[in-house]
């Protein structure tokens, strides 16, 4: 079950002249339920402004430019992603235990009532362009936007009875391009022949430019652990939120079969420690988008697209527990045997391997680049 309420108001204003010159601006003011108790309304805003050089009098004379629009926007807007009761403290009735007659009441979620709206503010520029009598149709973005009160979930200490709670926290800013392209190789609608391909491609980059000292103590929380198989999540001032943080590693050592891992000092050790932990890549692409083709033919239509993303990394954790972390006493990948480390002079991307599961911390050695091209659909 979940209720939420929501009330707003919204103003919208446009204007344009002699379908060249163009204007827009929108005011709102918006409150929700799922906010805390004193920060329950926020007011956002956005102005746009665009030019359709297309209809310029110069340009009216030249037959390959069909369309040619120039925009700009700048503007904030609230999110509302979060669950329906997060900012609120709630209790549930222990129906299993009565005494004398009444029931007890637990709580159940630690609610925060200074919990306020996300402030995404974004400047956008962007060309729209037609070309060659409709054939080529192209689109041109730029964005850069600032999320101020970004919401985050705090951990907390287990003396307080929750792992977490909610808190406006941080200050987060995106920067990307975002590109599409379509060409009609054949366009032949007297014979019911078009034919077209199509790609896009959008790139972003996100930095974390403030961070509270709440949570740069649950980051410190985080890493207290000695014993890290699995990347968590570390965010840190002018790195990205998807950053992989581990230690740095030189490889299999030929002699002892051990890994030779690098201390932040630069000095090599055997021994791994959470200190140690840098940032070894991004898991989110420096590319990604789709690109296919489509035909028509009298009422037949043949379509394929394909998606790809290259540029970012990925921790292998599947070559962690199958290969280097793999039970020896149970059925393993070949690798397990063929390209570990067995004895002096051996070099090998894998250390010794024994009769019980080898415990494998986060080190770059399982650091590897991601680039995928996935066919998505052909009908």
């Known amino acids: 079950e979940r209720t939420v309420r929501r009330l707003g108001l919204l103003l919208n204003a446009n204007y344009a002249y002699d379908n060249r010159y163009l204007a827009d601006i929108s005011v709102r003011r918006d409150g929700s339920s799922q906010f805390g108790a004193n920060r329950r309304y926020g007011t956002f805003w956005s102005a746009g402004l665009g030019w359709n050089v297309h209809n310029e009098a110069f340009f009216k004379e030249n037959p390959n430019v069909n369309r040619l629009k120039l925009r700009a926007s700048y503007g904030s807007s609230g999110s509302l992603n979060i ?115 199509n790609a896009a491609a959008v790139t972003n980059k996100n930095i974390l430019k403030e961070l509270s000292n ?47 891992l690098l201390k932040k000092d630069g000095t090599t050790t055997f021994s791994w420690a959470a200190a140690d932990k840098v940032a070894a890549g991004i898991t989110d692409p420096k590319w990604n988008g789709t690109f296919g083709s489509n035909l028509t033919y009298k009422g037949l239509e043949l379509n394929v697209i394909f998606s790809y993303r290259f540029g970012g990394q990925i921790y292998n954790q599947t070559l962690v527990d199958k290969v280097q972390g793999a039970d020896t006493k149970y059925n393993v990948d070949r ?45």
Do not use: C
Request: net charge neutral; aromatic share 10%.
């Open 335 to 379: 690798r397990a045997y063929d390209l570990g480390w067995t004895k002096p002079g051996d070099e090998s991307m894998f250390t010794r391997m024994g009769t019980s599961p080898v415990t494998t911390r986060l080190s770059s050695r399982f650091v590897q680049d991601e680039n995928t091209l996935s066919l998505n659909s052909a009908s």
């Open 214 to 260: 709440k949570l740069k103590a649950s980051n410190t929380r985080a890493n207290a652990s000695s014993n890290q198989k699995v990347p968590n999540i570390m965010l840190e001032e002018g790195q990205a939120i998807n950053t992989l943080f581990v230690v740095r590693s030189l490889g299999v050592d030929p002699v002892t079969g051990a890994e030779v």
């Open 83 to 197: 669950p329906a009761y997060r900012a609120q403290t709630r209790y549930t009735f222990g129906v299993d235990n009565v005494y004398d007659g009444d029931l007890g009441a637990v709580i159940m979620g630690l609610g925060n009532t200074e919990l306020g709206w996300q402030d995404v503010r974004t400047l956008n520029l962007g060309i729209d362009v037609t070309l060659f009598n409709e054939r080529l149709d192209m689109r041109f973005d730029h964005y850069k936007s600032i999320t101020h009160n970004t919401i985050t979930s705090v951990s907390l200490a287990p003396s307080n009875g929750f792992s977490s709670y909610s808190e406006n926290l941080g200050k987060i800013q995106n920067t990307g391009y975002e590109l599409y392209a379509r060409y009609k190789i054949i366009d032949n609608k007297s014979k019911g022949i078009i034919w077209s391909v």
